[in-house]
């Protein structure tokens, strides 16, 4: 009986709240600006053409990157330290994996795009709502351009294209000072977790966009296919041949750095190319491991770099 009340009166909140929502929005939409009808996943949906607070699951990084003001986002997307004071300024912490819809309201946004598609009807009763389908935004320049046409904001894509070529630039000249070409050698990315090892693809955070659609380096035939499909596999140190490459980046926390001094004495490891050739670049399991938006990866050009460098040195 207890949790039947419970549940009446977080029923009855979620009524009250999103009442309340409706009361805001209809003001809102009586003195804003027209909508545009915008095709996504979950259908056709009216949005503002210039919306002003926008709540968004997953891909703060993305709407920032366009100048936009992103009011919410998840508790994973959330930490992102690529991001700037001023892009942060209104973003608070919705909870994961879902919104936490009391706080999502408390933000009144105009806007929300989500990934979950389970949680789109609760969504929508707060403020127009897009259903993104992740599978498609493979590659920073596919979700640049999903996400300036559903925020109008072409303009500022151009701009910001510009800034990160101008910055790749500028780290392909650091690079070939110690002749390294990016153009001309091939990477995989790897990542230890406890006693696991997993590679991964160019669109999983990691350091994928910095280093591809930014420095250029060319991905090893086994990174190509998993950047193909589900992005990421687990493997093992005697498969770790299929995955061999001119570079090879290796990320892990403080606590798995026993695990990599193992990984360094296995025989199947030393045979590597790259291992052979001093181009094994360790980097920072924190810092990397997650956030991998248009902001983080023009950011992480120079920690890449700076890296590389060091390591071949």
């Known amino acids: 009986m207890k949790k039947i009340l419970t549940t009446l ?7 009250t709240l999103a009442a309340c ?26 949005v503002p053409a210039h919306p002003k607070r926008i709540a968004v699951q997953n891909y703060p990084d993305e709407v920032a990157s366009l100048g936009a003001n992103v009011v919410g986002t998840d508790s994973w997307a959330y930490p992102n330290t690529f991001l700037s004071s001023s892009q942060k300024k209104n973003m608070v912490d919705l909870g994961a994996p879902k919104f936490n819809l009391e ?23 707060i403020a127009p709502t897009v ?50 070409v990016p153009s001309k050698n091939t990477i995989s990315l790897l990542e230890l977790q406890g006693d696991k090892i ?8 990691r350091g994928g966009q910095a280093l591809t659609t930014g420095l250029g380096f060319k991905q090893s035939t086994k990174m190509a296919e998993l950047s193909k499909g589900v992005g990421y596999a687990e493997v093992n140190a ?12 290796v990320d892990f926390a403080d606590k798995d750095k026993a695990q990599y001094t193992a990984l360094e004495n296995n025989p199947a490891w030393k045979n590597l190319k790259a291992v052979k050739a001093g181009h094994v670049v ?15 990866a023009k950011k992480e050009m ?3 770099t700076d890296a590389i460098i060091k390591a071949t040195k």
């Open 9 to 15: 009166i977080a029923a009855g909140a979620l009524v």
């Open 282 to 296: 360790t980097m920072d399991y924190d810092k990397v491991y997650f956030f991998g938006g248009p902001t983080a």
């Open 103 to 125: 706080k999502l309201i408390a933000q009144d946004p105009d806007l929300i795009i989500t990934v979950d598609k389970d949680q789109v009807a609760d969504y929508e009763k």
């Open 131 to 180: 259903l993104v389908n992740y599978q498609k935004l493979s590659g920073m320049n596919a979700s640049l351009d999903y996400f300036a046409k559903l925020l109008n904001r072409e303009d500022e894509k151009a701009s910001f294209l510009a800034d990160f070529k101008k910055e790749a630039k500028t780290q392909k000249e650091k690079l070939s000072k110690q002749t390294i």
């Open 302 to 304: 120079a920690l890449y």
């Open 238 to 249: 005697e498969s770790l041949a299929a995955f061999d490459a001119d570079y090879l980046f």
């Open 21 to 46: 929502s409706t009361n805001s929005s209809s003001e809102k939409s009586a003195s804003s600006e027209k909508t545009v009808t915008f095709h996504a996943l979950n259908g056709d949906v009216k």
């Open 198 to 205: 997993y590679a991964f693809g160019d669109n999983f955070a």
